[in-house]
């Protein structure tokens, strides 16, 4: 079956512009995840969508970073005004939702802010 | 603030021995760790996993121990082969919160013939 996909599979920007990410998480999982691996770095938890409840966003690192989930499914990470810091692998994942469910991870964005 | 870390960022082992990760973590809420492993250009697949009720649990090749007085894990690939190359990363997270996984900083491991 289709594992989760994310795109585009790599994003080259000018710093001050603002860039979309997508993710289509697998069918039938409700849970999603964003994370993002700066170079050299593990990966950092951003933000996190179960269902219909209100989403954990205690890790996105400034209010430039929003994500927003549709329809349960398919998820977009919007971030404005890219800074040189924000260069990263963007990596999104998704479960079943439930309790310690196994989290599987697309292949990530590379983000590259000039 | 890292609250899981990975000291060692490489590890070399040969094809057939033992390969050892190491992962500690300051969080004394944190109850369930996992290890992933990660191919270059692919997002990170999951391995084992450990809950703080068990201090080792075992999946043919793999094991991963938990001393939770040290706030310690490792994993254990006996016998390491050369398609174990990648990079390992550990996590952890709490019971309320099983979403969100703290992450170590990774370690790659290289397994040669």
């Known amino acids: 079956g289709a594992g989760v996909s994310q795109s585009p599979s790599n994003k080259v920007t000018e710093k001050g512009k603002d860039v979309e990410l997508r993710c289509d998480p697998i069918?039938?999982?409700?849970?999603l995840y964003w994370y993002r691996q700066s170079l050299g770095q593990g990966l950092e938890f951003l933000i996190y969508?179960?269902?219909?409840?209100?989403?954990?966003k205690s890790g996105l690192p400034s209010d430039r970073f929003s994500a927003e989930r549709t329809g349960g499914s398919v998820s977009t990470l919007t971030i404005q005004r890219t800074q040189q810091e924000d260069s990263a692998v963007y990596l999104c994942?998704?479960?079943?939702?439930?309790?310690?469910?196994?989290?599987?991870f697309g292949p990530g964005t590379r983000l590259l802010v000039l | 603030d890292q609250q899981v870390k990975q000291n060692s960022p490489s590890l070399s082992v040969q094809e057939g021995r033992i390969s050892i990760l190491n992962c500690d973590y300051t969080n004394s809420m944190f109850d369930y760790f996992l290890w992933y492993k990660k191919y270059p250009a692919e997002g990170p697949t999951f391995l084992i996993s450990i809950s703080s009720i068990k201090d080792k649990n075992e999946d043919g090749r793999f094991t991963v121990f938990l001393n939770k007085s040290a706030k310690h894990l490792s994993l254990h690939i006996v016998p390491s082969q050369p398609g174990d190359s990648a990079v390992y990363f550990c996590?952890?997270?709490?019971?309320?919160?099983?979403?969100?996984?703290?992450f170590g900083q990774g370690t790659t491991l290289q397994v040669k013939p």
């Open positions: 994942a998704s479960s079943l939702g439930r309790d310690h469910e196994t989290q599987y």
């Open positions: 969508f179960q269902g219909n409840s209100a989403p954990d």
């Open positions: 996590a952890a997270s709490v019971s309320s919160n099983t979403g969100k996984l703290i």
């Open positions: 069918s039938g999982h409700t849970a």
